[in-house]
């Protein structure tokens, strides 16, 4: 992967020294691409685009960008990687005479196609993950692309004087000269309730995110125009008007044959290559496709943690030892674990609360001491309905249908009349054996889902952080209360389509995909995930109910597939998040740490934050009372990086 960044300034007085203003720029993207930098600026157009390079495909020269095409009215720079280069590249050669071919870097092969075809035309034809800036020397036009999505990041402003800026992360738009962007509140409570930020919108005003599968356009009257060339709603909609309704054998089968197909592709590199293994059923599947077109043990990367219950390096030394692949594990002592925390403000530029974004970064930091690629099995959950909140609300949804709202309600609110530790001290009678952890909690978060509606507000009851987020943050406007209580924008009769569609839209892109790609460019590793493969999600999308899913269990097509690989009983078991015992460590060795970030003088400090209620479940989490540890470390997280990047 790479860095890109650039701008199209306004005016001819904001026209000197364009080259040193991007060269500064692209500097901050060093670790995105530590293994060359360059540069390209049209003082007369006023338009400069940097790039920072991370050598996979054709490391030689000949894949340096910026790059210009070779009819030199194209010039681009490049963030991401194509599997279908090939392919075309054939087709050019065979409709377009007299290309003059420098090397074979997908980078080149697409300028080619986009001076052929055309943007929207060659963007449609690419097989792959990108970020993709294009400047028209011709025409004067700035394109700015992403891939179908969401795999790679791209941000863009228009600064009050006109001034188009762009880049991999906002450290780079940071950094021009004079900018200056100002927290959006609205932003932030979008944050504080979902734990990321979702395209279009950054933490910043007039700073955007350019959703998945869109492209935007500037044209010479400086007016930018966003507009989609892959729209996964219609891929949904399409999808489910026309089920696969073969028998599970047929569907297997093409199944297999588009995986192996995805994996294969993604497995091209001039340089040493690897994947992530927890031995679940996503990345066992990836590797054991992987390990089948292989000519010698592929590289696999697993760590794991004292805690048991957070803990899949046993799983995943089975699945690696089976396969017979080069199994690397790191037992990642808590200490270490820890110290990962100081470094997120600067990994993750953004606000971000997921934190599972400490153990990616260990077993990316783990892959990167080998190998300077990794595949993953990232997408497997949202496109073949793998998690198990989808199954759990589609059951409580219709058990709910079956008694009348008022007695739902009814029932909820006596659950609550109990306080969570009187749960605990009646649930105390029952065999060790069948207590559960803080089972007051769990009860009262289960009584706030079941009284919160239909499905869909069901689901989003639980995916919520902090449910009233507007109560939190100082100067949000009605835009935020409309988006906490927005739908989920897929009219399906399936609830577990529904909530596939709102994830594959939202929470894979603007949290799963953006936590591993800052966690591995921060270690300048490349991650690619073949189950997003854009055939792959079309695909998914016409399979009936019966292949996603049987009773509580997901992702059943897949698991017929990954049997003809692995024996059964290696991944059949209980799912695992990737985390770490966060709420246990704010409670003892982060004490410290989170008492300082959310003090009433620390919280007060943004001018943003509304200390009382953040408060409040600070002291119940730290009596032990309640388990808040999902909704208080979204504001750790602002709390660290607003004072990294604005104390």
Not at 104 to 117: I, N, R
Not at 126 to 154: E, Y
Not at 290 to 300: D, L, N, Y
Not at 532 to 540: A, K, P
Request: hydrophobic share 40%; net charge neutral; aromatic share 8%.
């Amino acid at each position: 992967m790479c860095g890109i960044v650039g701008f199209l300034a306004a005016g001819a007085g904001a026209r000197a020294g364009l080259g040193e203003w991007v060269s500064a720029m692209s500097d901050t993207l060093v670790h995105r691409g530590p293994d060359a930098g360059g540069g390209w600026a049209d003082t007369q157009a006023g338009i400069a685009l940097g790039h920072r390079r991370l050598s996979i495909i054709d490391v030689s020269s000949a894949g340096a960008q910026p790059m210009i095409s070779g009819d030199e009215r194209w010039v681009g720079i490049y963030n991401g990687e194509l599997y279908n280069t090939e392919e075309l590249r054939t087709d050019l050669v065979a409709v377009r005479q007299g290309i003059n071919w420098r090397g074979h870097s997908d980078t080149e092969v697409v300028l080619e196609a986009v001076a052929h075809w055309g943007v929207r035309a060659a963007i449609e034809r690419c097989n792959g993950i990108f970020a993709w800036a294009l400047w028209d020397r011709r025409d004067r036009r700035l394109w700015l692309v992403r891939d179908r999505l969401g795999v790679k990041p791209l941000y863009w402003a228009r600064l009050s004087n006109g001034t188009i800026l762009f880049g991999s992360e906002l450290r780079a738009l940071r950094n021009y000269p004079g900018a200056s962007f100002q927290i959006n509140p609205d932003a932030l409570a979008v944050y504080l309730s979902s734990g990321y930020i979702g395209a279009p919108l950054t933490i910043y005003q007039n700073v955007h995110k350019l959703p998945p599968g869109h492209l935007l356009q500037v044209t010479a009257d400086g007016e930018p125009d966003v507009v989609c060339f892959w729209d996964h709603h219609a891929v949904a909609v399409e999808g489910q008007h026309n089920l696969d309704q073969r028998l599970e054998a047929e569907v297997t089968e093409d199944l297999d044959r588009l995986l192996r197909d995805a994996v294969g592709r993604q497995m091209v590199s001039d340089v040493p290559l690897g994947a992530f293994l927890s031995g679940g059923i996503d990345s066992s599947l990836v590797v054991a496709l992987m390990q089948a077109q292989a000519s010698k043990p592929v590289r696999t990367f697993a760590i794991g943690f004292r805690e048991d219950r957070f803990n899949e390096a046993d799983e995943a030394r089975r699945v690696a030892a089976h396969l017979k692949t080069d199994h690397a594990e790191l037992v990642v002592e808590p200490d270490a674990a820890r110290s990962v925390i100081a470094r997120l403000p600067e990994i993750y530029d953004e606000p971000f609360g997921d934190s599972s974004q400490i153990p990616t970064f260990l077993v990316s930091q783990l892959a990167r001491q080998r190998v300077t690629v990794a595949l993953s099995g990232d997408g497997g959950d949202e496109c073949f309905a793998g998690y198990t909140r989808y199954h759990w609300i589609d059951r409580l949804a219709r058990w709910n249908s079956l008694f009348p709202s008022s007695l739902v309600r009814g029932f909820c609110s006596a659950l609550t009349l109990a306080s969570p530790s009187m749960w605990d001290s009646m649930l105390r009678i029952l065999p060790n054996r069948l207590q559960p952890a803080l089972a007051g909690d769990k009860i009262h978060k289960a009584a706030a889902v079941l009284s919160a509606g239909d499905a869909d507000d069901m689901y989003r009851s639980l995916i919520t952080q902090w449910s009233m987020p507007q109560a939190l943050v100082r100067g949000t406007t009605a835009s935020a209360r409309a988006d906490a209580k927005r739908p989920l924008d897929f009219h399906s009769a399936d609830n577990i389509s529904r909530f596939r569609y709102f994830d594959l839209m939202h929470y894979l892109p603007d949290d799963i995909l953006t936590k591993v790609d800052r966690a591995s460019m921060a270690v300048s590793l490349e991650v690619r995930v073949p189950l997003l493969d854009h055939r792959l999600v079309e695909y998914s999308w016409r399979l009936p109910r019966r292949h996603l899913s049987k009773g509580p269990a997901g992702k059943r097509i897949l698991r017929r597939v990954l049997a003809r690989y692995v024996p059964p009983h290696l991944f059949e078991r209980p799912k695992h998040g990737f985390a770490v015992p966060i709420g246990r460590w704010m409670r003892g060795p982060l004490r410290e740490w989170t008492n300082d970030l959310l003090s009433d003088r620390a919280l007060q400090a943004s001018g943003l934050l509304n200390p009382e209620p953040i408060r409040q479940r600070l002291g119940e989490h730290l009596a032990g009372t309640r388990n808040w540890q999902h909704p208080l470390w979204t504001v750790l997280m602002f709390q660290a990086w607003h004072r990294r990047w604005h104390a």
